[in-house]
């Protein structure tokens, strides 16, 4: 079984700080993927990469980076959190960055920025 | 622009009774259509897809789903439900080329009454 993990379920940050959250999957997925999810708006993709050291803006980039230096490991990080990006973060791989297929999802990170 | 609309925000169902979850999609081509589980402080999970042939298609926890290309439609059923079932429930369409993006329905909540 594919499995992708998140380093935290819960985070609480303060405004301005410098916020790391990280992903890492088991499965040799070429694919990595972060999301925020916000009720009533679905998920949203943040950024994506299909290679290691490649990525590419999703549909809400801003205010938010990433980083991929190795194949399994996908970091989303927040430069400056603030309070509007208090949300759900969820990570998700899938094999090929060619073809469309299932994405594998980890739990999720709930963080909170005061 | 390809867009995933779930026009039910909540449905609430009796346990034992049977479940249809609507989804419509916007896009041009032959969509690959997915359906995704959210349990409680969890990560998603897939319930089942339609890439092609036979357009319906049966998941896990007895879910089945049925592609309707005149409609647009990719309608979540399961003939009696379980009070587990209770969950939010996520639409997801990807198109062929690209990277392997989704694009997620806002999400419907089901609750499932004794």
């Known amino acids: 079984d594919v499995k992708v993990t998140q380093s935290s379920r819960y985070l609480v940050k303060r405004t301005g700080e410098k916020v790391f959250l990280e992903c890492v999957q088991d499965m040799d997925h070429e694919n990595m993927f972060w999301y925020r999810q916000d009720p009533g708006l679905g998920l949203r993709l943040i950024y994506f990469s299909y290679d290691v050291k490649m990525k590419e803006k999703g549909d809400i980039p801003e205010g938010y980076s990433v980083s991929r230096e190795k194949k399994e490991r996908f970091s989303l990080i927040l430069e400056s959190a603030s309070t509007n990006q208090t949300s759900m973060y969820l990570c998700a791989s899938s094999l090929n960055p060619t073809k469309t297929d299932t994405q594998y999802f980890g739990p999720g990170t709930r963080l909170t920025v005061l | 622009a390809q867009s995933v609309t779930q026009p039910d925000i909540h449905i609430t169902v009796s346990e034992g009774a049977s479940l249809e979850l609507r989804c419509n999609y916007s896009?041009?081509?032959?969509?690959?259509l997915f359906w995704y589980v959210q349990s409680p402080g969890q990560g998603l999970q897939l319930l089942l897809k339609?890439?092609?042939?036979?357009?319906l298609v049966q998941g896990i926890k007895g879910f089945e789903a049925e592609f309707k290309r005149s409609q647009s439609s990719f309608n979540l059923r399961k003939p009696s439900v379980h009070w587990s079932d209770a969950a939010e429930y996520f639409c997801?369409?990807?198109?062929?080329?690209?990277?392997?993006?989704?694009?997620f329905g806002a999400g419907t909540r089901l609750a499932v009454h004794p």
């Open positions: 339609y890439f092609s042939g036979d357009t």
């Open positions: 997801a369409v990807g198109f062929s080329g690209g990277y392997n993006k989704l694009i």
């Open positions: 896009y041009g081509a032959t969509p690959y």
